[in-house]
């Protein structure tokens, strides 16, 4: 049944004033969104520096490298106990971590690691809290260059998040290597409002995220709202992609992948390279959608329409095109259509079909589409 949908306020939205010089500072490390892989969504406590070294090759191997994945992230449980100076230490699953990132370098790709603000880290090893400087020396001359700093206590105040947050960055800053800070506190007091200022490149807007669709989208298209604080060097992130693990149809995989795009957010793999399907290589490798998350524009999507189960996105482009997502948020599939001018597009567009990699020509003033339950129709619309 065909769904007349109507257009809600469209507008678009700057960048908030927070600190010039952080974000200035941030946008030299992080200018699009972080493209990568971590290892808590698929093998959580199960990690070890030969799994490690294994994705890795698979980053390489399966082509997602050169799509633009670079960061190859150890979550927690790495973490031994501190020597009498207090330096922390990695455990027996990690042998040598420095020389696990020269490995990782060699590939052309970066190492990231974890660790908590608090004494202890969410599943209980040896948080950061009262030895910043010593752990940021000791990442440095590991040669990391990306850590997820995750409050794994009580919800704080924001002034004691922020002061936490800032002394971690200012260690950071110390040791003159660039370090990605990833700040993961799910959402407390309004992080958005003031990650960048305290130093942070990316931060967590949600609780986790798990591998089914109600969480999946309760969290994506709850972004809505969030889009004037993402920009080049500070990223608002919804979680990490649950991709390949299984538990979502194709059409469920492609409404999160193509949400994550239109939102900026931060494309870190959660599923085992070394055991991908073709379907999912090539997703994940899907250089058009790729591209709309890395724009360099840097502008986080928003809803143009949302009635129902049926939500319209959009996501303007820096050559002035736009991606569109049209997302069925129901269990059948259903009739969708986006109004050119509800882009301020006036007459006729050209309009690409980015999951199908096909032209679909010159389109005059409307676009429609049966979307699978779900599902997502994801366009590139470009003015005449």
């Not at 290892?39 to 959580?44: D, E, G």
């Not at 052309?108 to 603000?117: A, E, H, Q, R, V």
């Not at 936490?164 to 992080?191: F, Q």
Request: glycine share 8%.
């Amino acid at each position: 049944m065909k769904r007349k949908l109507q257009p809600i306020a469209f507008q678009f939205f700057i960048i908030c004033g927070l600190t010039l010089a952080a974000s200035a500072q941030n946008s030299t490390l992080a200018p699009t969104p972080p493209m990568g892989w971590n290892s808590w969504n698929h093998f959580a406590e199960k990690i070890d520096a030969r799994i490690v070294r294994a994705q890795a090759d698979a980053m390489v191997t399966s082509g997602m490298k050169d799509a633009g994945y670079v960061y190859i992230n150890i979550d927690d449980t790495w973490e031994d106990k501190r020597d009498e100076k207090g330096f922390i230490h990695a455990n027996e699953k990690f042998p040598d971590m420095k020389t696990l990132a020269d490995y990782v370098h060699s590939k052309g790709l970066k190492l990231g690691i974890y660790s908590s603000p608090a004494a202890k880290t969410c599943a209980g090893f040896e948080g950061s809290l009262g030895h910043e400087e010593q752990d940021a020396q000791t990442y440095a001359s590991w040669g990391i260059d990306y850590l997820k700093y995750d409050w794994c206590q009580s919800p704080g105040t924001r002034d004691e998040m922020k002061a936490a947050y800032t002394k971690m960055h200012e260690a950071l800053r110390k040791r003159g290597r660039p370090i990605v800070l990833s700040l993961c506190e799910y959402g407390w007091n309004n992080v958005w409002e003031w990650g960048d200022s305290v130093g942070g490149n990316l931060w967590r807007t949600t609780d986790d995220i798990s591998d089914d669709y109600d969480t999946m989208a309760k969290i994506g298209f709850g972004q809505a709202g969030h889009e004037k604080y993402a920009g080049p060097g500070h990223w608002n992130d919804p979680d990490m992609l649950e991709v390949g693990n299984g538990g979502m149809s194709e059409d469920e995989y492609r409404t999160h992948l193509g949400l994550w795009a239109i939102l900026a957010a931060p494309l870190i793999a959660g599923n085992d390279l070394t055991r991908m399907t073709p379907f999912t290589v090539d997703m994940l490798t899907n250089r058009e959608v790729l591209a709309i998350d890395q724009d360099p524009l840097g502008k986080q999507g928003h809803p143009i329409i949302q009635e129902g189960p049926f939500e319209v996105w959009i996501k303007p482009m820096a050559d002035h095109s736009f991606a569109v997502g049209l997302f069925n948020r129901s269990k059948q599939e259903d009739k969708m259509n986006v109004k050119f001018s509800d882009l301020s597009i006036s007459g006729a567009a050209n309009v690409r079909d980015v999951w199908l990699r096909k032209d679909l020509g010159v389109l005059h003033e409307t676009f429609s589409a049966y979307v699978p339950k779900h599902g997502v129709v994801l366009l590139r619309i470009s003015p005449r």
